[in-house]
């Protein structure tokens, strides 16, 4: 048994992949085929590799209710965002199929339920709102109702978006364990970092053993960052100013749900699968638009026992008088002391050309970003 201080989501990580003689065979069978869109190819791989711990499969109508109305599984435990897998007219009515990404296939789905759910009513209950406009309502919107349930199992893993960096939860707690780390917050990222995002990790690291950099890479929406960009931005910034031993960067490929204070819990249950024990819960964190308060995902933690501890920081800003970055529960100096910038402003003076304060972003993350945006990587 792997010892680090978190226990997986429901106590024991699911872990659900063929041997390499079983794939072989079931793929000598005549299976029919279907290749699921990205984000459910991507959610397939983690719940098999245990990141969506204790789920086994794709939820059924019972889950989905109850994960709407409460937030919890159906055995009580809190879930905010059901894991669904469309079922399209076009697909074969067999009682297994293969998935396949890019025609290859890399799970089999044993479908035991097929039900319908209206898109309009997931998408208000999870991400509040029934606007097209919302990148995860548009794709909610476009699968139609039908849906099927049941286990997955992995034949392979899936390429990632970009290098080597994705570690599974088995073996992000491997490494937690070699270091020694009894305590590991998780940071959640889909940009390359800034200042502010510093600020929170060194914070956090002084209260912890280790720190986990762990970007979701996998889908995100128009206008964000490719992968390479915010792995290489935090490779560059963590060789140059952390200590080595103490933090790890790894990606996470799921397709972002932008869903404010659900998915902070969300992405909170998928970093205690990891092995982290904190996590960290900046100012709007997984928001989009303006369809969450920038505290909302700081509220929602309130009264909830997800067995990992929230470090709910507010947002940060560079600070004239301070002469350093700080927060308005650190710093009594008047707002016009204050330098606010945020990941959208240095991105428009990266594309305009123009400096970049090293007070906003450091110089050496600022060099791979221009070189990001002269020749953009996936
Ligand atoms: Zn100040």
Same mark, same amino acid.
């Not at 898109?119 to 139609?144: C, E, F, I, K, M």
């Not at 996590?279 to 995902?297: E, K, Q």
């Not at 509220?299 to 026992?305: H, Q, T, V």
């Not at 501890?309 to 016009?336: K, S, V, Y």
């Given at each position: 048994?792997?010892?680090?201080?978190?226990?997986?989501?429901? #106590?024991?990580?699911?872990?659900?992949?063929?041997?390499?003689?079983?794939?072989?065979?079931?793929?000598?069978?005549?299976?029919?085929? *279907?290749?699921?869109? =990205?984000?459910?190819?991507?959610?397939?791989?983690?719940?098999?590799?245990?990141?969506?711990?204790?789920?086994?499969?794709?939820?059924?109508?019972?889950?989905?209710?109850?994960?709407?109305?409460?937030?919890?599984?159906?055995?009580? =435990?809190?879930?905010?965002?059901?894991?669904?897998?469309?079922?399209?007219?076009?697909?074969?009515?067999?009682?297994?199929?293969?998935?396949?990404?890019?025609?290859?296939?890399?799970?089999?789905?044993?479908?035991?339920?097929?039900?319908?759910?209206?898109?309009?009513?997931?998408?208000?209950?999870?991400?509040?709102?029934?606007?097209?406009?919302?990148?995860?309502?548009?794709? !909610?919107?476009?699968?139609?109702?039908?849906?099927?349930?049941?286990?997955?199992?992995?034949?392979?893993?899936?390429?990632?978006?970009?290098?080597?960096?994705?570690?599974?939860?088995?073996?992000?707690?491997?490494?937690? &364990?070699?270091?020694?780390?009894?305590?590991?917050?998780?940071? &959640?990222?889909?940009?390359?970092?800034?200042?502010?995002?510093?600020?929170?990790? +060194?914070?956090?690291?002084?209260?912890?053993?280790? =720190?986990? *950099?762990?970007?979701?890479?996998?889908?995100?929406?128009?206008?964000?960052?490719?992968?390479?960009?915010?792995?290489?931005?935090? &490779?560059?910034?963590?060789?140059?100013?952390?200590?080595?031993? +103490?933090?790890?960067?790894?990606?996470?490929?799921?397709?972002?749900?932008?869903? #404010?204070?659900?998915?902070?819990?969300?992405?909170?249950?998928?970093?205690?699968?990891?092995?982290?024990?904190?996590?960290?819960?900046?100012?709007?964190?997984?928001?989009?638009?303006?369809?969450?308060?920038?505290?909302?995902?700081?509220?929602?933690?309130?009264? !909830?026992? =997800?067995?990992?501890?929230?470090?709910?920081?507010?947002?940060?800003?560079?600070?004239?008088?301070?002469?350093?970055?700080?927060?308005?529960?650190?710093?009594?100096?008047?707002?016009?002391?204050?330098?606010?910038?945020?990941?959208? &402003?240095?991105?428009?003076?990266?594309?305009?050309?123009?400096?970049?304060?090293?007070?906003?972003? +450091?110089?050496?993350?600022?060099?791979?970003?221009?070189?990001?945006?002269?020749?953009?990587?996936?």
């Amino acid at each position: 048994m792997l010892a680090t201080a978190s226990k997986p989501h429901g #106590g024991a990580l699911v872990e659900r992949i063929l041997p390499a003689a079983r794939a072989r065979k079931l793929l000598e069978r005549d299976i029919p085929r *279907v290749e699921p869109p =990205l984000e459910v190819s991507l959610d397939a791989e983690k719940i098999c590799i245990g990141a969506y711990s204790p789920l086994t499969g794709f939820q059924g109508a019972g889950a989905v209710a109850s994960i709407l109305r409460r937030m919890e599984l159906p055995g009580g =435990l809190p879930w905010s965002i059901p894991i669904v897998f469309p079922w399209r007219e076009d697909y074969p009515e067999a009682g297994e199929v293969l998935l396949t990404h890019g025609g290859a296939p890399f799970a089999i789905f044993h479908v035991k339920e097929r039900f319908r759910l209206d898109p309009g009513r997931v998408a208000q209950a999870v991400y509040g709102t029934r606007d097209p406009q919302h990148p995860n309502v548009a794709d !909610l919107l476009s699968y139609g109702n039908r849906y099927a349930a049941g286990p997955v199992e992995l034949l392979r893993r899936l390429p990632a978006a970009y290098g080597d960096t994705e570690l599974s939860p088995r073996e992000t707690r491997r490494e937690f &364990q070699k270091r020694g780390w009894e305590t590991v917050v998780g940071y &959640q990222t889909r940009n390359p970092p800034h200042r502010a995002h510093e600020y929170l990790q +060194r914070c956090a690291l002084e209260l912890v053993d280790g =720190l986990l *950099v762990h970007p979701v890479v996998g889908k995100l929406k128009e206008g964000d960052w490719p992968a390479r960009a915010i792995v290489r931005g935090y &490779q560059r910034m963590m060789d140059a100013l952390y200590p080595r031993e +103490r933090v790890l960067l790894s990606t996470l490929s799921i397709a972002m749900r932008y869903a #404010g204070p659900k998915a902070a819990v969300h992405l909170a249950i998928v970093r205690k699968n990891y092995g982290c024990t904190h996590f960290i819960v900046g100012r709007d964190i997984a928001g989009v638009g303006r369809y969450y308060g920038p505290y909302d995902a700081h509220r929602i933690f309130e009264g !909830l026992d =997800l067995g990992i501890i929230p470090l709910r920081f507010r947002e940060a800003f560079h600070c004239r008088g301070c002469g350093t970055t700080a927060t308005d529960r650190t710093c009594g100096h008047p707002p016009e002391q204050r330098v606010e910038f945020s990941g959208t &402003q240095i991105r428009a003076w990266l594309r305009s050309g123009q400096p970049v304060p090293p007070e906003a972003m +450091r110089p050496e993350v600022v060099e791979v970003l221009r070189e990001e945006m002269a020749s953009p990587g996936p």
